[in-house]
């Protein structure tokens, strides 16, 4: 196995090892856990299945992450490149595949970048008022977006960035600093309360949710287990800047992921220990959560506060911000890493693959600022819809590590690792069955605008990835056809599942107004409708709604085929392109310059290629003929090379003259080669006769003479095609004495 430890000095403008173990472990469980695991995983995980429930699934979860760990390891321990699972992908299963988990996990570690950085404002509305309230704008889903909430996003980004571009390493230290702040924090909250939880009338019952079955609520923290943990293996994309050996890896993974789930455990207990007068029990506080304002709204707190006063509340509050400060610096450096791999590889602008003088990717950071730079306006409202595509994504990213880790064991013969590959891609194809099609297993777990928004994604990668192959002069995109029909299927498949969601909807409000109708609840201008026209109006609804999503979806599905059809004439015309390319260079390569017949090298893969027919009985007749041109040293030190030039195109013209219809190679400076087949085979004695008698009678006149000696194949004893050049080349020399006595006893 690979254990690879940068020592010595780096090669200037790559990425420098610099990352200890405590800041791997720091980065992992930094950008695993972040602000929802105060603010949202708390309700979040008791509304699905209560405490136990809750902790049972995260310990499962747990299990299943380790599982995923060992084959993040097992594959960033072979390919310990920067990028990450980007990198494992492109050796593992080429360059389209790895374009389409990079498209995918851009999306996912910028989401995490944006939820994070847009929840400053909600923390300040919870904890310190109006303060950044001012300037309203406008607002987008019922959410208000203000001026001042903007600069505060935008402010954390820029100082985030600032912090990450001018020092690697104090960005590191801060990690470890925050992390540890927010794991005191939580600890010391959680302990106190416990503690003193036991001298109330407050009861963790019910254990589970009343009114679903037990195995179901763990089933539904177990599945979202991908979104808790997305982000721990962050750290293989800095595999170029490790200070320790690979082999530690997977122990920092496997404390991570503990540490992450030891997080979401405590602040989960930490909910239920004390909830507010005139709740009867944990279960009916977070059923009432939209009824309470501040930090009664947040169950961590009240707790925390109840059991600490103030002091607890601000020690939440320090760990929330470190929360999102430790996400924030987590996700910005796996995306530059991310971007500095494939800019290397031509999917971005190579400019993202340069490295600062303090060999940090600045100008990739730059680029995850400038994508950032809008989000503070879009509203937290879409922001979450955008969070909900990290379960689906993480989903998919460690489906890919997981098949990337069987075929590497499965082609090394490793067991365990076949092993953990094979199940965590089976377990992780049962999790995107899960999630994708929740009306089948679950309660829906997605929003419906999250399936528009991974359409559009996917319908962008199909756009994007045609200017990758424009741009690919290497032709390493376009040869696997699984990514379009990878796109296609998710931008039908999502069209679909939103197609049902919506008639889902329309239904619905149609049953719901149908009720009130009968039972004298309907609007004023509904109510005052005939019966026979208020259903032919609610009809009409249904109608023109399944017209619409009808129209949507197949416009949808028009457009990624034709996104599909316009990247393979794409791709048809770069191939034609490179394979005349590739002729022209071919021709060249094959063409000898001087005389125009083929090259040296030609005559190499001829001599391979005769060989091999040799070897396999398929060769048939054939003879070879070996010239070489007499007296071109005496030309070129007395006439000069370019007089030695022209006699050697002479030479080749008498040559070609009488070898019509033989392909003639020139292998030396003054040497030929003919292979004789088909008619001049038949006539070859003819031939060198008559070529013979002519050479014979350019002796001392001036014009070429040339030695040739042939010979035939024969299939008893000629193993190589080299065996019969041998004997054509003795024949040579033998003639080349003859001419020289008959040239001297001319010149007698």
Sequence with gaps: MTNKKHTGSAVPGSLTPYLSERAAWALSVGTSVGWGALVVTSSGFLSAAGPAGSLIGLLIGMGLMLLIARNYFFTASRYPDAGGLYSITKNVFGYDRAFL???????????????????????????????????????????EIYLGEVLLTLAAILLVALLCIRSKRAAAHVMVILVLLLLIGIAVCFFIALAGHGGTDMTFTPAFLPDKGSFSQILRIVFISPWAFIGFENITHSAEEYKFGHSKLFRILVISVITSTVIYMMVTLLSVTAYPAGCSSWLDYISRLDQFDGIEGLPAFYAAHHYLGDAGVYLLMASLLALVATSLIGNLRALSRLFYSVSRDGILSSRYSRLSRRNIPANAMWLVVLFSLPIPFIGRTAIGWIVDITTIGATLLYGFVSAAAYKIARKEGVRRETVTGLAGFLIMLVFAVYLLFPNLFSDDMLATETYILLIVWSIIGFFYFRRIIARDHARHFGKAIIVWIALVAVIVLMALIWSSRTEEGVMSDAVRAVSDYYHGAAEPAAAALSEETFIAQQLARLKTSNQLTTLIVAGLFGLALAAMLINHLSLRKYEAETVKERDKAREVAYKDSLTG??????????????????????????????????GLKHINDTLGHKAGDAYIRSACEMICEYYK????????????????????????????????????????????????????????????????????????????????????????
């Excluded at 847009?118 to 019922?142: C, E, K, W």
Aim: include cysteine.
């Design 101 to 143: 988990v990079f498209w995918f996990m851009s999306l996912v570690y910028l989401s995490m970048f944006w939820a994070n950085a847009t929840s400053l404002p909600l923390f300040a509305r919870y904890f310190i008022g109006n303060t950044f309230r001012f300037g309203y704008l406008y607002t987008v889903f019922g959410y």
């Design 597 to 630: 017949v083929k090259s040296k090298h030609a005559y190499v893969e001829e001599e391979q290629a005769i060989s091999e027919q040799i070897y396999s009985g398929e060769a048939g007749e054939f003879a070879v003929v070996v010239c070489d041109v007499n």
């Design 661 to 748: 219809h033989s392909p003639v190679f020139r292998i030396g400076g003054d040497e030929f080669a003919i292979i004789l087949r088909g008619q001049d085979y038949e006539h070859r004695h003819e031939i060198l006769e008559a070529i013979n008698r002519q050479i014979e009678q350019h002796l001392n006149t001036g014009n070429v003479v040339a030695s040739l000696g042939m010979a035939d194949f024969d299939p008893e004893t000629d193993n190589t095609f080299h065996a019969v050049f041998s004997r054509a080349d003795g024949l040579m020399y033998e003639r080349k004495q003859e001419l020289k006595r008959m040239g001297a006893i001319t010149r007698d």
